[in-house]
């Protein structure tokens, strides 16, 4: 009896404790259940308030270029293949001399492949097979501003929460200025009036160097010459800089490209070329003693870049950074400057095989004599007294005036 009072109770205690277990189970999937449509509903809300922001960012858009639309002017009416051949020779010889590339929010086409990853990342409507990327500037947050031969394309930041973006695009006929400013607090990008981008991130340099740009295209200014490149260089670097170059490189001498050091212990403190020479100026230690070397173009036999590696993580850095030797050989003996950026040596070498063939084409223009002009043959003083008889035969001289001049041609003989 007592064996079956157990096992009853040991019964009812199991019942028990399943029915507690079950409770418990359906009180678990309930809350879960409950978090669940509550997490449904406050994702839904999210992405309806987030589609209403996008919807405004979106209509923000259309009135941008509605209102960009509106202007009548069109400064690139110019063929598509000039344009992009003016800013290749801009990128070059304007925009690259004296410029810190490394930290420029602004990247020309071709030089700079990521302007076509980034256009094809941001701007879905950019066809990559019938337009050719022209510049982009990069903004805080993902804000680009980018033309093409066909559009230009923006992405602007819309309100303070982030995420949100007006994202469009204006043909390039509708374009009658373009305008990128600093205005003391924020680099402000505007088409036919219209702000485009406006972000904290620039550089001072980019401000320059795109009024300059864009003053040449309103003005079709598209020749470039070294005079120019000089100037700009001298204007680029200050004078206190100058004043070290000139040392070197004399008033005669145009500066056809310069280039600060790279940011490392065995940076050069520039790299200049001049329609003559090629110079670099490295300070050693704290600046107390300098290291110089020149290279005149007529004693330089070749030029070249070189990029040397020691194993895997030599050349990741070296990918990355994109940096090389530049090498000089002179006289038989061979000269390397290290650790420069990639396009600063291949500029140098640019320069010098322009004023290397320069300067053999002066060389081998003929010399050319100028003849003096003939003296004229001294008259006979026989045929002299000859004519002057005649003349007095005919009765058109004297006898005295005969006499005379006859006196005065013999007295010369």
């Not at 607090?185 to 981008?197: A, S, T």
């Not at 650790?339 to 050319?368: D, G, H, M, W």
Request: include cysteine; aromatic fraction near 10%.
């Amino acid at each position: 009896m007592a064996l079956n009072d157990f096992l009853k109770k040991a019964k009812e205690t199991a019942a028990s404790a399943a029915e507690s277990a079950k409770k418990a189970a359906d009180d678990a999937k309930a809350k879960y259940d409950a978090q669940k449509q509550e997490a449904a509903a406050k994702k839904a809300e999210q992405e309806r308030i987030r589609a209403e922001k996008q919807a405004e960012a979106d209509g923000k858009t259309q009135k941008i270029i509605d209102e960009i639309n509106s202007a009548s002017g069109n400064v690139f009416d110019f063929d598509k293949k000039e344009l992009l051949t003016f800013t290749a020779d801009f990128y070059d010889k304007l925009y690259l001399p004296a410029h810190s590339v490394s930290a420029s929010k602004m990247i020309f086409h071709p030089l700079d492949k990521k302007i076509i990853k980034y256009a094809q990342k941001d701007f879905e409507n950019f066809n990559a097979d019938t337009e050719s990327p022209v510049f982009m500037i990069l903004g805080k947050a993902q804000q680009r501003v980018f033309l093409s031969t066909d559009k230009l394309y923006f992405k602007k930041a819309y309100g303070t929460e982030g995420g949100f973006f007006s994202i469009g695009s204006i043909e390039i006929n509708k374009i009658e200025s373009l305008e990128y400013i600093y205005d003391g607090g924020n680099y402000i990008f505007k088409c036919n009036g219209v702000e485009l981008l406006n972000t904290t991130d620039g550089l001072e340099l980019d401000i320059n160097s795109f009024a300059e740009y864009f003053k040449r295209i309103k003005n079709k200014d598209f020749v470039i010459t070294d005079q120019q490149i000089n100037d700009l260089i001298i204007e680029k670097i200050g004078q206190n800089v100058l004043s070290i170059v000139r040392e070197y490189a004399f008033e005669d001498e145009l500066l056809l490209y310069f280039a600060w050091g790279c940011d490392s212990l065995t940076a050069k403190d520039f790299v200049v070329c001049t329609d003559k020479q090629l110079v670099t100026l490295n300070r050693e230690a704290f600046g107390l003693t300098k290291n110089v070397k020149q290279f005149y173009y007529e004693d330089v036999t070749s030029m070249a870049t070189l990029q040397e590696t020691n194993g895997l993580l030599d050349l990741a850095l070296t990918a990355a950074l994109s940096i090389c030797d530049l090498e000089i050989s002179v006289a038989g003996a061979k000269e390397r400057l290290s650790n420069l950026f990639t396009y600063e040596a291949e500029k140098a070498v640019k320069v010098y095989r322009e004023c290397k063939r320069s300067i053999k084409e002066a060389n081998r223009q003929p010399v050319i004599v100028q003849a003096a002009a003939p003296q004229p043959a001294a008259a006979d003083p026989l045929e002299q007294l000859e004519k002057l008889n005649k003349l007095k035969d005919a009765g058109i001289i004297s006898e005295d005036e005969f006499n005379a001049k006859k006196a005065d041609i013999l007295s010369k003989l």
